[in-house]
């Protein structure tokens, strides 16, 4: 009987933190002066998955691109999906629950990498494969 119910509060998080992928997005946006846009998407019940992510991401920032956000090459936000300004923010990437984007922008238009599946994979119990991860995805689009 706890199994059961056990499972049911996994499955009930699982689904709480779930989102939808967005789709690649390839307008033009003539206000942007960063490159790279990191954005990070959360509801107000947040799993131990959900503050991995942003803690890993976080981390992922402040130690490998300090110079970038600071120079705003990069800008990294922090989205709650329970205030109007977060809600018009997601609905822009059609975004409906805990989920993290890093967007590429150039002027050709914007690339959106929806990572929300692979930071809930890996983000909590591997989180150095995923800070890993991010580092290069990030390395990868100021490289282009």
Same mark, same amino acid.
């Given at each position: ?10 499955i ?17 946006n +003539? ?21 991995? =992510? ?14 970038? /956000?600071? +120079? ?6 922090? =989205? +709650?999906l329970?205030?109007s300004?977060g ?12 989920? /993290? ?27 150095? =494969?995923?800070? +890993? ?8 689009? /100021?490289a282009?």
């Amino acid at each position: 009987m706890k199994i059961h119910i056990l499972s049911l509060l996994i499955i009930g998080c699982l689904l709480s933190c779930n989102s939808k992928p967005s789709a690649t997005n390839n307008e033009i946006n +003539d206000n942007l002066d960063h490159d790279v846009e990191v954005l990070y998407f959360h509801t107000r019940k947040r799993c131990a998955t959900c503050l991995a =992510i942003e803690e890993a991401t976080k981390e992922v920032l402040d130690n490998n691109f300090a110079k970038q /956000l600071k +120079d705003g090459d990069i800008t990294y936000q922090v =989205i +709650d999906l329970g205030t109007s300004e977060g809600e018009a923010i997601a609905s822009k990437y059609k975004i409906a629950g805990t989920s /993290l984007l890093i967007n590429k922008y150039s002027d050709h238009g914007i690339i959106e990498n929806n990572l929300t599946n692979y930071a809930f994979s890996k983000a909590l119990k591997s989180s150095e =494969i995923f800070k +890993d991860s991010l580092k290069t995805k990030i390395n990868e689009l /100021l490289a282009e």
